[in-house]
């Protein structure tokens, strides 16, 4: 019986030495970091880096701060303000650059839509700021308006490409057979390429939201006096180290970010 | 029966349609004068290799695209540039393009919805043709959930239900597997005939086309070359394109030594004449290329009868018939498919010698 | 009259092509005015506002911060050299060149490190089975995504010198007193490889994923050694791979803001912190303006390679 069962080592083609166990480290490294955050942010004592038991006292804590309440109110509205502008204009981007012909300039539009990506966000940012000292200079206006245009600006190409991506996955024969069953352009818009499209929509409106919500560098050098995001807020409370307070604020802020971004993934795959 | 279909009223008149893409050096033709005159209630087919218009027709037909010149008449109306949701014609389209986030039901019902048919209207014609294309069982079902046989009724009866006065298919069972093709063939010809709505076919598969069609046209670069019933085609090849494309042909040389009213004398190199009809002006002395069907030759072992002779270079047995290549004396190769009868297997051999024998009748000349 | 006939066909069919020639250009601009809304948001947020950084990069500073309006080459001056405020010496600005170094030097250094990482885990990805597959890049996005700056605090409590590293390290007596390794050059460039790994993974895996391993098989039938089938096979295949993720990697690094930001404690600086201390601080906005432009040139110069080397990849594969 043992005779019959000696292992021979298989040859396997796709294996190489070592690789496995890289990327096996890899992954904790990633997340092993963000682990320990979210841990430490239940953690009773207020040294951080010693463990005194489980406790919600750091969310209280952060949910009773009313400079917290503040700056995730003003958070939580520019980044449902860009989303939503944001999604509207890579909506109606993505169905001029991808539901005709190819025109001349096409290649130009693509180079502006993605513009924000290419471009490092410090130098953006600064441009910015130069760009509305001027308009504050010769307006008068500080609002909030200012981190607004910032923020859909720059989630345009996050909402644009998955939505881009959709239209060009999408049969363009199924829009040609519903003109061949009477229905107006207008009609085929809304009861074909919409509806189809529209998982797409939801999905880059998701991906701006997160995108807004996580931004730092720009909102930091636009942004007036006392209007500090979350992210802004807590970079600058760095100054005092981190307290437990910044890591249940993150954690927290964490699992908005993974929530969205699940499902995004979930809706693009649709 | 030719009688009657000649009385028939013309449904689509294709006129004087050239359609070129692109423009400049990049522009491409694909559609060269073409003329067409489509009867009402018939089946006609648009047979000819991918890349030779057929499609483009079909599209200018239901309005997806515009020709560069000529016009389009759907009875006497000019649709030329009548948008696609304007006309009464229906398209079955290659992959079906049916709405996956509509059910079979939803999907047949978008046509008459869009027309802006009372609801009860729309059930009854929905049920119907669901019932015509036998899928009433399976109306609530979304389109990813159904085979591809199933789809393709659903594609059907998409485009039955508006009653269109003419229904294009486009190459509408290239993507089904052989047995189902040929159940679909049979449907289709029951659901025309049972509709009476005239159906444009558009495919590259000659058996199809021969098998389905009341008449067809063979086309290719962007060119008509013939239109006719099946057997018209088949017996008949005008040009060489069309004798290559539908069924095997053997072509052989022969030059015009005299000419009649009605008949011409043409000499192959063997020496041996035939006289056959002359659909065209010829001239004696010209120069002409002829068109053989491999099965309509006979094979024999006497070689003086023979109109050519040759040797057999390979031979390939295929159950009902044999198939014969032969090398002539003047060094082309021919082919003969000759039916195989009991008993009298094996009356050649490879490296034999070979007579073979021409009927008058089955020479068709071609224009050069 | 047969003449007749023909010319007003002519003009029948030259009116037509008219039409439809004249129905597609409609179409074009009805499909353009649709982009029209984005674009203008963009040149407003976005791509306009680096001209007007242009234009300021050559105006002289004001005292206070903003700028005087009289043109000066002052500020492209400043990124290299400097003038001494008492004898009008020039000289090499070094505290501008070191930063400089700093940032390529470490940029360099965490896009190698990622690259190092990021291989073997892409290859690892790209041989799991397809179901499985969707999964692990999910896992490797799902940081991505999240916040920058959370992931640069979680970095910096691991590292700190009664972080998690630390802390361990003393708990089993392997050391008396913590490593310093927070606000060092070292936690900057630990801190931008863990927050771009992901951008080096994609890439990688992308190009992996594509590999046909009939060619690996190939290769191990002609006697090649596993190294040699890495060496010789496999990444000279996933080559534009490895250049996409090395430049998605490397680009951002070169403009980091936070990282060096939270990791640096503010005494290492790179290129992006020096840029926004002319904003600050500093009020040099010129300066601040042409050292931003440099940094624009620098990353347009590596996406110019990072296309030239994506666009021979689709060619040389197809």
């Not at chain 1, 019959?4 to 496995?20: E, N």
């Not at chain 2, 030059?255 to 002006?281: H, M």
């Not at chain 3, 600086?269 to 500093?282: R, V």
Request: glycine share 6%.
């Amino acid at each position: 019986m043992s005779e019959v069962q000696v292992r021979r080592k298989q040859f396997a083609v796709r294996k190489l030495p070592g690789f496995q166990s890289t990327a096996v480290l890899c992954f904790v490294l990633l997340y092993a970091p963000i682990a320990a955050l979210v841990i430490y942010s239940f953690n009773a004592g207020t040294n951080i880096a010693l463990w005194e038991g489980f406790s919600l006292k750091w969310y209280h804590v952060a949910w009773q701060n009313e400079q917290v309440q503040e700056v995730t109110i003003r958070s939580f509205i520019i980044a449902s303000v860009a989303s939503f502008s944001a999604t509207l204009l890579a909506t109606l981007a993505a169905l001029g650059t991808t539901r005709t012909e190819n025109y001349r300039g096409r290649t130009a539009i693509y180079a502006l839509i993605n513009q924000p990506l290419m471009v490092p966000e410090i130098v953006t940012g600064v441009a910015l700021l130069i760009f509305f000292a001027i308009i504050k200079t010769v307006t008068g206006y500080h609002g909030l308006f200012y981190l607004m245009l910032a923020h859909t600006a720059f989630c345009i190409p996050f909402a644009y490409l998955p939505i881009r991506a959709r239209l060009e996955g999408m049969d363009i024969s199924l829009e040609t057979a519903a003109q061949d069953l009477y229905a107006t352009p207008w009609m085929t818009f809304r009861r074909i390429t919409l509806p189809l499209l529209w998982p797409g929509v939801l999905a880059g409106a998701m991906l701006a939201f997160v995108i807004s919500l996580d931004d730092v560098v720009i909102t930091e050098l636009v942004k007036s006096a006392g209007q500090d995001t979350l992210p802004t807020y807590m970079l600058g409370q760095l100054r005092r180290g981190v307290t437990p307070e910044v890591n249940a604020i993150s954690s927290a802020l964490l699992g908005v970010s993974i929530l969205l971004v699940s499902l995004f993934y979930i809706l693009r795959n649709r | 029966m030719l009688q009657a279909s000649s009385t028939r009223q013309i449904a689509v008149t294709v006129n004087a349609i050239t359609k070129i893409f692109g423009e400049g050096d990049n522009s491409v033709v694909a559609l060269e004068d073409v003329n067409l005159e489509i009867k009402e209630n018939e089946f006609f087919t648009l047979l000819g290799p991918s890349g030779c218009g057929k499609t483009t027709l079909l599209r200018l037909i239901a309005g997806f695209e515009h020709p560069t010149s000529g016009n389009i008449l759907l009875y006497d109306q000019d649709i030329t540039f009548l948008p696609p949701y304007q006309r009464p014609v229906n398209t079955v389209f290659q992959n079906y393009a049916l709405f996956p986030h509509m059910t079979v039901r939803q999907n047949v019902s978008f046509g008459l919805e869009m027309l802006g048919r009372a609801k009860s209207e729309i059930k009854e014609t929905v049920d119907s043709v669901l019932n015509l294309v036998r899928m009433e069982e399976l109306a609530n079902r979304r389109t990813s959930e159904i085979s591809g046989g199933q789809q393709q009724r659903v594609a059907l009866a998409r485009a039955l239900a508006p009653r269109p006065k003419v229904l294009l298919l486009d190459e509408s069972l290239s993507a089904l597997d052989y047995k189902l093709r040929q159940d679909m063939q049979l449907e289709l010809k029951r659901l025309q005939h049972e509709t009476g709505i005239t159906f444009i076919f558009v495919t590259h598969d000659q058996e199809e086309a021969l098998t389905m069609s009341d008449r067809l046209a063979v086309m290719d670069e962007g060119r008509v070359l013939q239109v006719g019933g099946p057997s018209e085609i088949y017996n008949y090849p005008k040009e060489r394109f069309v004798a290559e494309f539908i069924g095997d042909s053997n072509f052989l040389e022969a030059d015009v030594t005299s000419v009649n009213e009605r008949l011409v004398r043409i000499q192959f190199y063997t020496g041996k004449e035939f006289e056959v009809p002359a659909f065209r002006d010829m001239r004696v002395g010209a120069h002409v290329t002829v068109a053989v069907r491999p099965e309509q030759v006979t094979l024999s072992n006497s070689l003086d009868a023979a109109t050519f002779t040759g040797v057999i270079e390979n031979m390939v047995y295929l159950g009902t018939h044999t198939h014969y290549i032969i090398k002539l004396s003047n060094g082309s190769e021919f082919t003969a498919h000759i039916q195989n009868l009991r008993g009298h297997d094996r009356q050649f051999e490879i490296g034999g010698a070979v007579g073979i024998a021409l009927d008058p009748a089955t020479i068709q000349v071609l224009k050069d | 009259m047969a003449e007749t006939e023909n010319t007003s066909s002519v003009l029948a069919a030259q009116s037509h092509q008219v039409a439809i020639e004249a129905s597609r250009r409609n179409k074009i601009r009805n499909f353009r005015l649709l982009s029209m809304p984005a674009l203008i948001v963009l040149t407003i947020g976005a791509a306009g506002p680096l001209l007007i950084m242009l234009v300021y990069s050559f105006l002289k500073a004001a005292p206070y911060g903003g700028v005087v309006w009289e043109p000066s080459i002052d500020g492209w001056f400043g990124v290299f050299l400097k003038k001494d405020i008492f004898d009008g010496t020039i000289s090499i600005a070094t505290a501008h060149l070191s930063i400089l170094w700093r940032s390529v030097n470490l940029s360099i250094q965490s896009t190698l490190l990622a690259l190092i990482l990021g291989f073997p885990t892409a290859y690892f990805i790209a041989t799991r089975s397809v179901q499985t597959r969707n999964l692990w890049l999910f896992l490797i996005t799902i940081p991505f995504w999240t916040n920058l700056l959370i992931r640069t605090f979680a970095i910096m409590q691991v590292i700190r010198d009664q972080g998690i590293i630390n802390n361990f390290l003393i708990g089993w007596g392997l050391i008396e007193s913590p490593i310093e390794m927070l606000y060092t050059d070292f936690a900057i460039m630990l801190g931008m490889t863990y927050v771009y790994l992901p951008l080096m993974v994609l890439p990688l895996y992308a190009s992996i994923e594509k590999l046909d391993f009939r060619l690996v098989e190939a290769a191990y039938d002609l006697y090649a050694t596993r190294l040699r089938v890495l060496w010789r096979i496999i990444i000279p295949l996933v080559r534009p791979g490895i250049v996409a993720g090395s430049i998605l990697v490397f680009v951002p690094s070169l403009g980091a803001y936070v990282t060096p930001r939270v990791l640096g404690g503010g005494k290492h600086l790179m290129l992006g912190n020096l840029i926004e201390l002319q904003f600050g601080q500093g009020r040099n906005w010129p300066l601040g303006a042409a050292l931003s432009i440099f940094l624009l040139c620098v990353v347009m110069g590596a996406l110019l390679i990072y296309v030239r080397v994506a666009q021979r990849g689709t060619t040389e594969h197809v």
